[in-house]
């Protein structure tokens, strides 16, 4: 087999996909949520004194994942480019939705501006509009990154860059996450029933990374099918 000038980038690839899911876990698990919108802006604004440093570390994480986000989207639209054969372009599709996804880090950045507008005594519509902004940042970011899988989900189904079910489960998770983000016209405080494609597609799109990374790590497809058939011809 020879040997692969992408190996070591698709290796980083596929552990900042890693990184990205670990970081994830991470904030659901260990930082504070932020409070829910049921209360007013100022019980909310009280919370910060109890919460706030929490509340910072998972902006904080909120931004690490967005950029590991961003290095495994990069190198799957690199896999995908190498592999492409017939032109289809996929790879360009997959490359605009991730680099889109870094709005996420905007969203990021406004949950510790309006923690820290919180502990400075910051009240009122301006402390509520950087309350809410984030939670608006973060839904809508869903919208690029279906775009992302489309371009991959696509991508793959023609190029065989990736195993094959992935393709598909990259096809669902992008519809799924296009209807959930419609629970931004929902209830503001469960979203409406639109919530539940948005929980179920964030979950399997960290399935779907997990999946990625793995395949990411290992040797490229299409030098496998090479070996394979080099095998074939020496028997």
């Keep these: 087999m020879t040997h692969d000038p992408l190996a070591g980038t698709r290796r980083v690839g596929a552990a900042a996909g890693l990184v990205a899911v670990a970081l994830l876990v991470a904030i659901v698990a260990a930082t504070p949520a932020v409070p829910a919108p049921d209360r007013t802006i100022a019980e909310i604004a009280a919370t910060v004194g109890t919460h706030g440093d929490g509340l910072l570390l998972g902006a904080y994480l909120g931004g690490l994942m967005a950029i590991a986000l961003l290095l495994f989207g990069a190198v799957t639209t690199i896999a995908l480019r190498r592999d492409e054969q017939d032109g289809s372009a996929w790879w ?137 058939r080099g095998a074939e011809l020496l028997a």
């Design 92 to 228: 360009i599709v997959a490359l605009v939705g991730i680099s889109a996804t870094s709005i996420g880090l905007i969203g990021d950045a406004l949950q510790v501006a309006w923690v820290d507008s919180a502990r400075h005594g910051v009240s009122g519509d301006p402390l509520w509009a950087l309350y809410s902004a984030p939670h608006v940042i973060t839904l809508f970011t869903m919208l690029p990154l279906a775009v992302f899988l489309l371009g991959t989900g696509l991508g793959a189904r023609a190029s065989g860059a990736f195993p094959r079910w992935t393709a598909w489960l990259a096809l669902v998770v992008a519809g799924l996450l296009v209807i959930g983000a419609g629970s931004a016209t929902g209830d503001e405080l469960t979203g409406g029933p639109l919530a539940i494609p948005l929980l179920i597609g964030i979950a399997a799109f960290l399935v779907w990374t997990v999946a990625v990374s793995v395949s990411l790590w290992r040797t490229p497809r299409g030098d496998r099918a090479t070996t394979q």
